[in-house]
């Protein structure tokens, strides 16, 4: 068990809706990293926050925003979904956004 | 932008045997970290290395840091069957704190 835990495990929904994925980093934790891992594909960066702001972006469609709240937890949200949003979501998070990052067991959506 | 580089893709390996797995970034990383992710599984993190030319063991497993802070390596002496899994390599670049990943190994072990 890693520490951090993403909430749905799984997620099945239909094109052109908007779903809420949710992470909670580990106990004193500051950083929180988002990652998108299509099949058989490595882990693509999307987002990362420290202590509340953003800190460094990836290739995150403009259709998906993320925000981390004051007690550290974040939530990414993604609209409009298409059939190749669907993918493995994993959150990761750090006690200060340089060294060893750990990730939870990832949220599946799959667009229908 | 920065890239992380990762090759083989795929390392198929008699078990018993040794093999490499190279990890290269066209710009300096202020340290290189090793992951493990077994199938079905999430990341799971392995090692970080800091200094140039820096050189850890696990068990049977080796990292190397390159001189200019640009390369690494995972050396597996004696692959057994609980290796099996993609190995990644992610690095903060200089004065940057995004942590990309390399696409990763993806290693089998043959009996």
């Known amino acids: 068990d890693s520490g951090v835990t993403q909430t749905p495990k799984h997620l099945i929904t239909a094109t052109g809706q908007r779903v809420t994925l949710r992470c909670s980093p580990r106990?004193?934790?500051?950083?929180v990293y988002w990652y998108q891992q299509s099949l058989d594909q490595g882990l693509q960066f999307l987002i990362q926050?420290?202590?509340?702001?953003?800190?460094a972006k990836g290739n995150i469609l403009e259709r998906f925003s993320a925000q981390q709240f004051p007690d550290l937890h974040s939530e990414l949200n993604l609209s409009s979904l298409e059939l190749g949003d669907s993918a493995l979501y994993f959150c990761?998070?750090?006690?200060?956004?340089?060294?060893?990052?750990?990730f939870g067991q990832g949220t599946r959506l799959t667009v229908v | 932008g920065q890239q992380v580089m990762q090759i083989p893709q795929y390392q198929h390996v008699q078990e018993g045997e040794d093999f490499t797995t190279y990890c290269n970034s066209s710009?300096?990383?202020?340290?290189i970290q090793w992951y493990k992710q077994r199938p079905g599984g999430h990341p799971v993190f392995l090692i970080q290395?800091?200094?140039?030319?820096e050189v850890k063991k696990q068990k049977r497993l080796t990292f190397q840091f390159g001189e200019a802070k640009k390369n690494s390596s995972l050396h597996i002496t004696a692959t057994q069957t609980t290796d099996v899994g993609t190995y990644f390599c992610?690095?903060?670049?200089?004065?940057?704190?995004?942590?990309?990943f390399g696409a990763g190994t993806t290693v089998t072990v043959r009996a």
């Open positions: 992610a690095g903060p670049i200089i004065n940057d704190y995004k942590l990309s």
């Open positions: 990761a998070s750090s006690v200060e956004g340089r060294g060893e990052a750990f």
């Open positions: 710009t300096t990383l202020s340290n």
């Open positions: 106990s004193g934790d500051l950083s």
């Open positions: 290395l800091v200094k140039s030319g």
């Open positions: 926050y420290y202590n509340g702001e953003e800190r």
